[in-house]
């Protein structure tokens, strides 16, 4: 089991452009959530996704959008990028209200605006 | 609104010397608590869990209600234990899954 995969590891994009982000959950897990974390920071909880519904939303503006597909695997995407939201993006994944177990994190996506 | 808050960015401990990294959580409630560990060039791992009162690679964290507190705990600490280490909150309640974080403490074992 590769665990939760995600693509791409890097990217570069310039401030106003658009971004996605994937995620692959690990095998038996239904839930995938996203975090970014900032330089020097803990990561911060972007959005929920389960039943490919958005469950809970953390303080991040509209331009942070996600999805998920019948197969589990999600996608995060950014519009109008900014200067701030260079970051490592996390996908972490579990099954449903299971989370008093612990999430299994994917090893993030580094995004670079310039 | 659960905080959780980790008053020490960098920790430097001397091998076979004992490691407590702090953590304080602001929740009301009963609350889960999780320790997590991100070693160099890997990713975000769940190290220990408050519920299931384990002792993971001779780590411990005791929950502490009254200083509102989880600190974690190793009595010799060796090299491989250097790492970023985050304590982390669930939200409490079933669907309420999200994890706040601490900003993290980095420990650096001086062998």
């Not at chain 1, 095998?27 to 469950?55: K, M």
Request: aromatic share 12%.
């Amino acid at each position: 089991d590769a665990g939760v995969t995600q693509s791409p590891t890097h990217l570069i994009k310039t401030r106003g452009q658009q971004v996605t982000l994937r995620c692959s959950p690990k095998s038996g897990h239904d839930t995938v959530s996203w975090y970014q974390q900032a330089l020097g920071q803990g990561p911060q909880f972007i959005f929920q996704y389960y039943e490919e519904e958005e469950r809970q939303r953390g303080n991040f503006p509209d331009r942070f959008s996600g999805h998920q597909f019948p197969n589990y695997s999600s996608e995060l995407n950014v519009n109008a990028l900014l200067l701030g939201d260079s970051a490592l993006y996390l996908c972490a994944s579990s099954p449903w209200g299971r989370v008093a177990f612990g999430y299994t994190f994917g090893s993030g996506t580094r995004l670079t605006v310039v | 609104a659960q905080r959780v808050t980790q008053p020490e960015k960098l920790l430097s401990v001397f091998k076979g010397a004992p490691v407590e990294l702090k953590c304080n959580y602001s929740y009301s409630g009963s609350p889960e608590l999780f320790w997590y560990v991100q070693y160099s060039r890997q990713r975000l791992q769940l190290l220990l869990r408050h519920i299931s009162r384990e002792s993971i690679k001779g780590f411990t964290a005791d929950l502490n209600k009254g200083e509102t507190s989880f600190h974690l705990k190793k009595p010799f600490a060796q090299e491989e234990d250097s790492a970023m280490y985050y304590c982390a909150l669930p939200g409490g309640g079933f669907g309420n899954e999200k994890l706040t974080f601490g900003t993290g403490t980095r420990l650096t074992i001086i062998p």
